[in-house]
């Protein structure tokens, strides 16, 4: 193992997580700590960036980054094609986990749960109000399937924006959103000497209930 990576460490000083002062509802606690990293994080990063793993048939797993689009009491929002291979994995498997890392304030929170299609209506309301570009990319894109070359997805490219000229793209029928209703949440709040803080929350009978975990 190379020293120059085993070596790389970094002491986590700059919050705690109390137990009595946390939120007994955890979707409110994600609101709040991703509302200081959308303040404290430098670009580039981007405080709404997630790792999304899925697992498909075969039982591999898979992880990629993408972002985070909404959230609520319905669970957590994301968009892509459903015919791409993470839409292939949640439609024979769907469920999924999501971790977010904000460095700049030392924390992380892993997020797991079922998955589902967002409403249709929903997914029509994200796309329009998506930039033109990004409208026509979804059009063009046969997302994780292979391309001979990059001038093949540019044709490709050229042909949606001539079909669509002069007027706005629908959303096309293999694109929409996905919805994780969460199970469990944990919050990871980084402190001195690896003594991290870790709450977690599980649903259970309805109710989230709030457990401590050893780092």
């Not at 955890?26 to 981007?46: H, I, M, Y």
């Not at 997302?143 to 490219?157: F, I, K, T, Y």
């Amino acid at each position: 193992m190379p020293l120059s990576l085993a070596q790389l460490r970094r002491n986590y000083t700059l919050y705690g997580l109390r137990d009595d002062c946390s939120q007994d509802n955890p979707l409110v606690l994600f609101g709040q700590w991703l509302d200081q990293a959308r303040k404290t994080e430098v670009p580039p990063a981007e405080a709404n960036s997630m790792a999304l793993a899925t697992v498909d048939s075969h039982g591999h797993a898979h992880c990629r980054i993408l972002l985070l689009k909404g959230f609520g009491a319905d669970g957590f929002f994301f968009f892509g094609n459903y015919q791409s291979a993470k839409g292939q994995e949640l439609a024979d498997n769907p469920h999924a986990a999501m971790t977010f890392f904000w460095p700049g304030v030392e924390r992380q929170v892993r997020i797991e749960g079922p998955v589902v299609k967002a409403a249709a209506e929903l997914s029509d309301d994200y796309f329009d109000a998506r930039p033109a570009a990004s409208q026509l990319g979804s059009w063009a894109s046969p997302q994780s399937q292979p391309l001979a070359h990059r001038n093949e997805l540019e044709a490709r490219l050229r042909e949606v924006t001539e079909r669509f000229a002069g007027r706005q793209p629908p959303r096309p029928d293999y694109w929409g959103g996905f919805c994780l209703q969460p199970r469990r949440i944990e919050f990871w709040q980084g402190r001195p000497d690896r003594l991290h803080d870790r709450l977690d929350y599980r649903q259970q009978g309805g109710e989230w209930q709030r457990t401590r975990l050893a780092p």
